[in-house]
């Protein structure tokens, strides 16, 4: 059974949006319009004034108080950096956090951008010293209250979570625990005296803005204590030889600011894995929420788990046979060599 704040969460309706704007001690025009988001609910509201700002109400029972205070903390301290980043607005008590109905809430500034398509050369350099002033002064501010990124809290809690619920089916299950398992004792070994500190964690380019004011990065509310890396590849998440290339280039911008240990780019594909893992386990976590079956109504079913299954062996033996830690230009000539036909009399005598 739901506890009340969750069911108050899931029916969250534009007229007690703007109750919380105004006892935010804002004064809503009464436009409300609901942001596509999944996790928290988000709206963007419009002022008397003709401002708009964003309101955020974070899902129940995810993160504590303190928990969001860390993110907060780190906006405003990238904030007066100038680190284009978006930052909660102050309440009229200087508070950046409220809650209705046991719920937390946050008002942000509208941003203005879109988020990019590609990332040329020069973009990646300016996102590259960015990422590493960030990461600067997050290492000083520190998040004593947010997870750590790491075999246990990422695939092995979702793993733990999708055995005990049965969301994985008989035909499924052996390989896809085998997988995990591999990915886990892979990242042990290649991730072990690796230095950890707090990261954005979620740095996809969706949460990447470019508009008239240049660059922003947005939500981190999936902030974590992780290897520097994790920002890395998820800003330039592909595995051919021009998405290897952007991230050396992103990684030497980002060491005219700060250190970069090159071990970092072994931890890419069984992170990847972690991704894969991680991901199944929150929609099998949110799956009592109407908006998820909706958004992923092919989740759960037979094809489902055996393409996630598939996909998840194809990395494992990438990864055993040491193929990811080959740089891809090789990899390519390597496969063009081994595709290549053995030559006979026939090619060299036509006339055979």
Request: charge should be negative.
């Amino acid at each position: 059974m739901s506890s009340p704040p969750t069911e108050f969460f899931f029916r969250l309706s534009p007229e007690r949006v703007l109750e919380a704007v105004d006892a935010g001690g804002f004064v809503p025009s009464g436009h409300c319009f609901a942001l596509n988001a999944l996790e928290n609910r988000v709206y963007d509201v419009r002022l008397e004034n003709g401002a708009h700002l964003v309101a955020k109400f974070y899902r129940p029972g995810r993160w504590s108080r303190e928990t969001i205070l860390d993110e907060h903390r780190l906006l405003a301290a990238l904030a007066a950096a100038e680190i284009p980043v978006c930052a909660p607005i102050r309440f009229p008590d200087g508070e950046t956090l409220h809650t209705i109905e046991d719920i937390h809430y946050a008002l942000w500034p509208r941003t203005g951008g879109r988020s990019p398509d590609e990332l040329s050369d020069d973009q990646v350099a300016v996102l590259g010293r960015l990422l590493a002033r960030i990461h600067a002064i997050a290492a000083d501010v520190g998040a004593p209250h947010r997870r750590v990124l790491d075999a246990e809290s990422v695939p092995l809690e979702a793993l733990d979570l999708l055995e005990r619920e049965d969301w994985l089916p008989p035909a499924c299950r052996g390989r896809y625990v085998r997988a995990v398992e591999s990915l886990v004792r892979t990242y042990r070994e290649r991730s072990r005296g690796m230095a950890l500190q707090p990261i954005h964690g979620d740095c996809h380019p969706g949460n990447l803005l470019f508009g008239d004011a240049g660059w922003f990065f947005l939500d981190f509310d999936d902030m974590v204590v992780g290897p520097p890396v994790q920002d890395v590849w998820m800003l330039l998440p592909g595995r051919d030889a021009e998405a290897d290339r952007q991230r050396r280039l992103l990684v030497e911008a980002y060491r005219t600011f700060r250190p970069f240990d090159p071990r970092g780019f072994d931890l890419i594909e069984p992170l990847r894995g972690f991704r894969f893992v991680f991901y199944a386990g929150w929609i099998a976590k949110r799956w009592e929420d109407p908006a998820f079956p909706d958004a992923f109504p092919h989740f759960g079913t037979e094809e489902y788990w055996e393409t996630e299954t598939r996909d998840l062996e194809e990395l494992v033996g990438r990864i055993a046979s040491g193929d990811d830690l080959v740089p891809p230009e090789e990899r390519a000539t390597r496969r063009a060599a081994e595709d290549e036909p053995e030559l006979t009399n026939k090619d060299f005598f036509w006339d055979l």
